[in-house]
């Protein structure tokens, strides 16, 4: 399947030969400088290939990321070569003209510093083919195609893992370096310590030759003379390279305390402007980094050990991380910056209740049987990790949050990964770090693999948009990461689900009796469903489809490479669709199950799925095969597809339960307070007589109300035409606005904010309506 992709277009392009070759560990090795804004070393990869892979007859074209029809023209390396012995030794002090080598008789398109930069004029990727097969072409060799983005690539080298020593002992054959990274990557995962420390000897081995290279906008590509398939190609590869400040995988920024630090952000491009790799979420790999800064800075990642850091001479600092469970690449985060662990200061007896056991119907759920995922060190198959219900977790943020994060989000971690324990079962990853990120985040939280990302939006006010994000995050855990979507066009996989048990969730962790929690969930629905007929009100209708492939989501070309629509678009960064369809859909799958039966199900599925990829068939079909036939009325996965996943607007299941649906009493509550606030917000306007004692805040009842509604709205007729507000009247709307809330403070007996009542008559009322507010205080 040929895709020709146009650069201009906002559509993305994952260019990565997957189907021929899969990236099955990286081991990074970096350097931070924050001067120059700049990471730089080298990645070193360890390759895969297997017996489809092999020496085909036909050939495979893919589209070509260059300028023209002609052939790919690659940097030809001179005969001799420089062992790297040490990794360690490439710093920003090393110069790059040393590694840089062009093949004789060919335009040197590399920069200043003689590194080559993707090219940021190119046409981008058209209707130009490969001369270079990437799977097999004749007597062609073949190409290894990385996706690649605002980097500076300066060297590929083939990794002489034979050189290591005590290698011999994974074969026969220890002069035949593919075989031993195979060897390497067949260890059993009981075997993870000895593995990891391999990866490790082996990136640091000596270079044993040059690879020919060459770059684009999207990608990079390799290729060894005589190399003619996968197989053949070597399975240990090391690049030089070095990102660019304006790269779009991390931002260069300063902290709240404004001191400089750098993370990964998000961007739809993912990490490929931060390091090449196989961005394809079928390429699920695992990873081990070094990184270096100085000693005053903090390094967070991705990663299941806390690391801390060995003290390097010149006041350097490195930190190493590590990663057993294979995730897709674009799952990899880092954040360096003038970090602060977090502490509470004392243990608060809320602290101790989030100790307790949830009932046994709640707790018991564990499975017995053989996980269906490629093997790693799985939490799903430990005892202990299936009873713990708090996973060990770190605050970091700057200093000056200190206070924010010790009253707001230290306290509710605890009760909310309870909760999510309580609701899914086995936490699939090991420990957590939450870290407070810069105010140029331009998100609530991101989630990813032992580390979370949390606005400082979500530190202001009181605990439920801390506690009601927190959860959403948490919820990624398991669906967006331990399972994920395996086409990314369906988001909904992840962002529904999470959505959807952040509400089940911050419900637990409150301690919400039942009725209250359908309550609460029932007035987020409700604000959910304005804000989606928002959205499809005002966005593309192509952009609202859940399942925009249709029949060919998961399809890619023969060599892997696919594109995602939309995936550049800025309007899909606000758009929340996926969100607000997901929610709903599982809201009203849970809503036709019963809720016991929905997750009792949830917890079989993220039992049997965790570690996998899915598309959105193998949730609904295995939904449907585990429900009663007089549950399942006319249900069914072409149902499904039809009214929610492939269509735009509001599904009409959803549209005919809102019509039908009268709203919940919790609704209906807001809505008349929120009436009454109005009339009183328009008091300030009204003259002295309109007033009166009939209209006092706190004489009267219904008489009261109905007088006061009838003499603002005759008001209003009468003086429809606008005056200028002076600023007493803008003082005095929002005292009304104050008594108002301190009304409701009172009426509804809201312990936690009675101090605004006393604020407020301590500071800004007259005598009498003091003294009126505190005989209805006492």
């Known amino acids: 399947m040929d895709i020709k992709l146009d650069p201009s277009r906002d559509d993305l392009p994952l260019v990565a030969n997957t189907s021929h070759i899969l990236v099955k560990h990286y081991v990074l090795d970096l350097d931070v400088d924050f001067e120059s804004q700049v990471i730089e070393g080298t990645i070193v ?10 020496k085909r007859s036909s050939s495979t074209e893919v589209t070509c990321p260059s300028e023209s029809n002609e052939a790919c023209k690659f940097r030809m390396p001179e005969p001799c070569q420089i062992p790297v012995t040490n990794t360690k030794t490439f710093s920003s002090k090393i110069g790059y003209n040393d590694f840089v080598i062009c093949g004789k008789g060919e335009k040197d398109t590399s920069g200043k510093d003689g590194n080559h930069d993707n090219q940021e004029q190119a046409s981008g990727i058209s209707s130009s ?72 000897r082996c990136s640091q081995a000596p270079g044993c030759g040059e690879l020919l290279f060459d770059t684009d906008t999207w990608s990079l590509q ?86 801390k850091p060995t003290q390097l001479q010149e006041d350097y600092s490195s930190w190493h991380y590590y990663v057993t469970m294979p995730m897709p690449a674009s799952t ?10 977090m502490k509470p200061e004392i243990c608060s007896s809320n602290d101790v209740a989030t100790e307790r056991s949830f009932s046994p119907s709640e707790a018991d759920f564990r499975y017995i049987g053989v996980c269906g995922h490629m093997e790693y060190p799985c939490r799903f198959q430990k005892a202990s990790a299936t009873t713990q219900k708090i996973i060990p977790h770190r605050v970091f943020a700057p200093a000056c949050l200190k206070g924010a994060c010790q009253e707001t989000l230290l306290p509710l971690i605890p009760p909310c990964l309870s909760a999510a324990h309580s609701v899914l079962g086995t936490h699939p990853f090991s420990r957590l770090d939450i870290l407070i990120v810069p105010a140029n985040f331009s998100s609530l939280g991101m989630a990813s693999p032992h580390i979370v990302f949390l606005s400082q939006s979500t530190l202001t006010g009181m605990s439920q948009l801390c506690g009601t994000r927190l959860c959403h995050e948490i919820a990624h855990a398991w669906f967006g990461l331990a399972i994920g979507a395996r086409d990314w066009t369906e988001e909904w996989l992840s962002e529904g689900f999470a959505t959807h048990l952040e509400d089940v969730f911050w419900a637990k962790a409150q301690q919400l009796a039942p009725h209250e929690a359908r309550e609460q969930q029932e ?48 309007e899909k960064v606000f758009m929340q669709v996926h969100y607000l369809k997901g929610y709903f859909l599982l809201r009203f799958l849970a809503k036709r199950l019963g809720e016991d039966t929905y997750f009792s199900f949830l917890r079989k599925f993220v039992h049997t799925f965790h570690g996998q990829l899915i598309l959105s068939q193998d949730f609904l079909q295995m ?29 009409q299941p959803l549209q005919r339960e809102r019509q039908a649906l ?12 929120v009436s009454a606030g109005d009339a009183v917000h328009a008091l300030p306007f009204l003259p ?91």
């Open 523 to 570: 007035l987020r629905a409700c604000l959910r469903w304005r804000r989606l007929q928002d959205e499809v009100q005002n966005s593309p209708e192509e952009m609202q489809v859940l399942r925009p492939n249709k029949e060919k989501t998961g399809h890619v070309s023969d060599s892997g490479s696919s594109v995602i629509r939309h995936g550049l678009n800025p």
């Open 688 to 778: 002295p007589r309109a007033v009166g004692p009939a209209l006092h805040p706190w004489r009267g009842a219904r008489d009261r109300r109905r007088r006061r509604a009838t003499t603002v709205a005759k008001w209003v007729r009468v003086n429809r035409r606008p005056r200028k507000r002076k600023r007493k009247d803008r003082e005095e709307v929002f005292e009304k606005v104050r008594h108002r809330w301190c009304e409701l403070i009172v009426k509804h007996k809201y312990t936690k904010a009675y101090r605004d009542v006393e604020r407020f008559l301590q500071e800004d009322q007259e005598r009498s309506q003091r003294e009126s507010l505190s005989c209805i205080c006492s």
């Open 45 to 54: 990869l360890f390759l895969e290939s297997g017996n489809r892979f092999k």
């Open 623 to 651: 939904l449907l095969e585990n429900i009663p036939e007089e549950k399942r009325l006319e249900l069914s996965v072409g149902n499904i597809f039809r009214d929610w996943l492939e269509s735009s607007g509001i599904p």
């Open 662 to 673: 009268a709203e919940c009493g919790l609704a209906q509550q807001v809505s008349a307070e």
């Open 332 to 341: 990899f985060t880092i954040a360096v910056g003038s970090w602060t662990e």
């Open 129 to 200: 083919k490969y001369c270079c097969d990437t799977g097999n072409h004749g007597s062609e060799e073949f190409l290894l195609v990385l996706d690649c983005c605002d980097l500076s690539v300066l060297k590929v080298e083939e990794v002489d893992v034979a050189a290591v020593p005590g290698i011999e002992k994974f074969t026969r054959s220890p002069k035949l370096r593919n075989q031993i990274v195979h060897e390497l990557m067949a260890l059993p995962a009981d075997r993870w310590r000895e593995q990891l420390d391999y990866y490790a």
């Open 222 to 307: 390799i290729r060894k003379t005589g190399a003619q398939t996968a197989t053949d190609f070597p399975h240990a590869i090391r690049i030089q390279y070095r990102t660019k400040p304006q790269g779009r995988s991390v931002t260069w920024t300063s902290d709240q305390s404004g001191r400089p630090c750098v993370y990964t952000v998000g961007s739809p491009i993912n990490n490929r402007a931060l390091f090449p790799c196989q961005e394809p979420p079928v390429a699920m790999s695992t990873w081990q980094a070094t990184v270096r800064a100085a000693a005053s800075f903090v390094v967070l990642m991705s990663g299941e050990n806390s690391a």
